[in-house]
């Protein structure tokens, strides 16, 4: 398990989650270390450095698609082909392009979006933020999601073996970042 200090996780609705509260690391400086997260499937960027991802028309020869503000990679070969800023990302990954309606962007409330129910209620954060961001993972199906603000990388998946590796992949670069420069 990862220091409870640097990481909370849990189990809800079908998803493992993690955050890793004080290592606030870009999904793709995440899905470098541990590249089976997204190789072979598709992204959903709902958010690049807290807005739409823009993309150039290059981008739709490559196979990238675009849904109002949202954007849809091709099926991911080298996770050096996503984009991704420094801060204020969130990814849903999927393993076709999914039926969109709606989708709500949770990243940019920053540090009012939080995963740990305890925290939401002890600090009083927004609780319907807390219960839509779930209802929407229900309703989307994805098979993980990753995003990070400036305090926190947050993860969440279905499958247990790709939780575990994630969580040995953050538990590595946490110790990094503990002990020195990456």
Not at 156 to 182: N, Y
């Amino acid at each position: 398990m990862i220091d409870v200090v640097a990481s909370n996780q849990g189990y809800r609705q079908g998803y493992f989650w993690l955050e890793t509260w004080g290592y606030a690391f870009p999904p793709i400086y995440v899905a470098r270390a541990c590249p089976d997260v997204v190789v072979g499937k598709r992204v959903l960027v709902t958010a690049f450095d807290a807005g739409p991802l823009e993309l150039l028309p290059i981008a739709f020869q490559d196979g990238w698609v675009k849904h109002a503000e949202l954007c849809i990679s091709p099926r991911v070969t080298d996770v050096n082909d996503l984009v991704c800023s420094d801060f204020y990302d969130e990814w849903y990954v999927f393993d076709s392009i999914p039926m969109l309606k709606d989708v709500k962007v949770y990243i940019t409330y920053g540090v009012g979006f939080d995963l740990v129910e305890e925290r939401v209620i002890r600090e009083k954060k927004s609780r319907e933020l807390l219960e839509g961001f779930w209802n929407q993972m229900k309703e989307l199906e994805p098979i993980s999601y990753l995003a990070c603000h400036e305090y926190a990388f947050i993860f969440a998946c279905r499958e247990k073996d790709l939780f575990i590796r994630m969580e040995t992949t953050c538990r590595r670069l946490i110790a990094k970042e503990s002990t020195g420069p990456l």
